[in-house]
C-alpha cells in the first residue's frame, strides 16, 4: 500500500527559498520513480519535476529549471524539492507522486499525497 505525504510548504517573499518533502511510508519507493507536481488556482495540475529510482535521471518543467532541485533519499523512501529563488507565479499546492511511468516524459501513477500549500506574495 503506497502512503504518500508531503510537508514543508508556507508564505514566502518573492526571492525567498522552501524545501518541501515527501515520504512514501508504504511499499518500496526506493525502487519507484517519483515526481513534483503543483495546481495553482483555477488551472490545470502541472508536472513540476522527476527523478528515477536511481537518481540518474532528472527532468524539470522549464519555468522551474535553475530554481528548483530534485533529489532523494532512497534509504529513508525521502523525496525533496529545494526552491529558490521563488515568484509570485510559483503560488500553488504542491503534489507528490509516486511511482509513475518515466520511461519517457513521467506519467503519474495514482498515487498521490494529499499537497501542501506554498504561497508566494509580497
Known amino acids: 500500500q503506497v502512503q504518500v505525504a508531503e510537508s514543508g510548504g508556507g508564505s514566502v517573499q518573492p526571492g525567498a527559498s522552501l524545501k518541501l518533502s515527501c515520504v512514501d511510508s508504504?511499499?518500496?519507493?526506493?525502487?519507484?520513480?517519483m515526481a513534483w507536481f503543483r495546481q495553482a488556482p483555477g488551472k490545470e495540475r502541472e508536472f513540476v519535476a522527476a527523478i528515477s529510482w536511481r537518481g540518474g535521471t532528472i527532468d524539470y518543467a522549464d519555468s522551474v529549471k535553475g530554481r528548483f532541485t530534485i533529489s532523494r533519499d532512497s534509504d529513508k523512501n525521502l523525496m525533496f524539492l529545494q526552491m529558490n529563488d521563488l515568484k509570485i507565479e510559483d503560488t500553488a499546492v504542491y503534489y507528490c507522486?509516486?511511482?509513475?511511468?518515466?520511461?519517457?516524459?513521467?506519467?503519474?501513477?495514482?498515487?498521490w499525497g494529499q499537497g501542501t500549500q506554498v504561497t508566494v506574495s509580497s
Open positions: 507522486n509516486v511511482g509513475g511511468n518515466y520511461h519517457g516524459p513521467y506519467e503519474p501513477s495514482p498515487f
Open positions: 508504504g511499499r518500496a519507493p526506493q525502487l519507484l520513480a
